[in-house]
Nanobody, 124 residues
Framework: QVQLAESGGGAVQSGGSLRLSCAAS????????MGWFREAPGNEREGLTT???????YYIDAVKGRFTLAREPGKNTVYLQMNTLSPDDTAVYYC??????????????????WGKGTQVTVSS
């Protein structure tokens, strides 16, 4: 059974930084894609960034240059470094994983396992 556990959320002021972690266990696929999503009140879940098992990363324009996704070598743990945060980044952040595909990278419905989420609150 795949389990994902996010950590590192919290409250920061505008312009601040946070680093989120996602530890995965029970995932046996050799080729996979892990993604970070967020969901703000009243909004749909939004895909932000993904990392493949070979280390290839992808970012949406809204976070490109501010967020960095990296994988700890030899471990199924990924880190999302978030800099220059703004109140628009306030949301619950989720990590998810699925077998690798080049298609629908940021479509939440294509991901098979999810963490419970961690709250990020950015105040102005």
């Amino acid at each position: 059974q795949v389990q994902l556990a996010e950590s590192g959320g919290g409250a920061v002021q505008s312009g601040g930084s946070l680093r989120l972690s996602c530890a995965a266990s029970g995932f046996t696929e050799e080729n996979y894609c892990m993604g970070w999503f967020r969901e703000a009140p009243g909004n749909e879940r939004e895909g932000l960034t993904t990392i493949d098992s070979d280390g290839t990363t992808y970012y949406i324009d809204a976070v490109k240059g501010r967020f960095t996704l990296a994988r700890e070598p030899g471990k199924n743990t990924v880190y999302l470094q978030m800099n220059t945060l703004s109140p628009d980044d306030t949301a619950v952040y989720y990590c998810a994983v699925r077998p690798w595909s080049a298609l629908w990278r940021l479509d939440p419905e294509k991901y098979t396992s999810w963490g419970k989420g961690t709250q990020v609150t950015v105040s102005s």
